[in-house]
């Protein structure tokens, strides 16, 4: 790759600098947001988000001028966290899909109260416990639960840049809810934010 | 689990046919299995966006990029 000293004049380097800043320092609480669910360490997440802005600038020519640049910023951000940060980052322990859809065909209508989903019985939890729980979820569906969940991409914005059938993130999705609820759901009931009715029964 | 699916795509107004919006608004009222699911789907993305949409970077991230830009711009 040549450098872009020896491509761009000092008037050109300003002016890219200038755009930059224009366009791509906005997003960055957003891009930053991103690195960190993905990294799920604030260290991790400052050198991720570095590396991207760094990406960024180099190929900024390579930008569309009227496009989304928060898609474009988070797709090299994906881009960098596969290549260069999965390999070294430690995983915490995943969720294992198998067992969400036991829990999930073990709910029975008798068993949770449906007015605790009204209720929003997640409530009482701290931010920590659902941040642990949404580390805890497989990489390919946490991506799509945070691209859709917090930074409110449309599926076809997020089909664009993870590079999956539309259908593909709906079913993601789908299943990142259900494994993000099972969690949550164990969280509430150890500390007693979720009461089972006629809880004698299961025993029976 | 095409159905159900298909709830996903209603919690998040991504249902363009209006016919199956209206579907799906009959069946959450009347079958319990799909009012289930639309009400798990609707609580976790209720709480996340509620809980997580306004992270803010660190202070004077901005500033350590272009730092960072411009120590290594030609490497």
Same mark, same amino acid.
């Given at each position: ?57 180099? /190929?900024?020519?390579? /930008? ?57 019985? /997640? ?29 409110? /991409? ?23 809810? *259900? ?22 029964? *299961?025993?029976? | 689990m095409e159905l159900l699916e298909e709830i996903t795509s209603y919690v998040d107004e991504e249902l363009k046919d209006q016919n199956i919006c209206c579907r799906m608004k009959k069946l959450i009222i009347d079958d319990y299995v799909i009012r289930?699911e639309y009400?798990?789907q ?34």
């Open positions: 790759m040549r450098a872009i000293t020896n491509t761009l004049n000092d008037k050109e380097l300003q002016q890219r600098y200038a755009e930059f800043e224009k366009e791509a320092v906005p997003h960055l609480d957003a891009v930053y947001n991103f690195a960190l669910r993905m990294t799920g360490d604030e260290d991790d997440a400052d050198d991720l988000v570095q590396e991207t802005y760094l990406k960024a600038f180099r /190929f900024f020519d390579k /930008f569309e001028k009227g496009t989304n640049c928060k898609a474009w910023l988070f797709r090299i951000l994906k881009n960098s966290f596969i290549n260069d940060y999965r390999k070294t980052t430690k995983e915490p322990n995943k969720v294992d899909y198998d067992d969400v859809q036991n829990f999930y065909e073990n709910i029975k209508a008798d068993e949770v109260e449906t007015q605790h989903y009204e209720e929003d019985a /997640f409530a009482n939890l701290l931010d920590d416990e659902i941040s642990k729980a949404i580390s805890e979820l497989p990489e390919d569906f946490r991506t799509v639960v945070i691209l859709s969940d917090i930074e409110g /991409f449309t599926y076809e914005e997020i089909a664009d840049f993870v590079d999956i059938p539309v259908g593909t993130v709906r079913s993601r999705l789908h299943r990142a809810r *259900k494994m993000l609820y099972v969690q949550l759901f164990d969280y509430a009931k150890d500390k007693g934010f979720v009461k089972k009715k006629n809880s004698s029964k *299961k025993s029976d | 289930n009400m798990i609707k609580c976790i993305k209720d709480l996340l966006r509620t809980r997580f949409s306004c992270c803010k970077s660190p202070a004077g991230l901005d500033k350590k990029i272009f730092l960072y830009i411009s120590q290594n711009i030609n490497n």
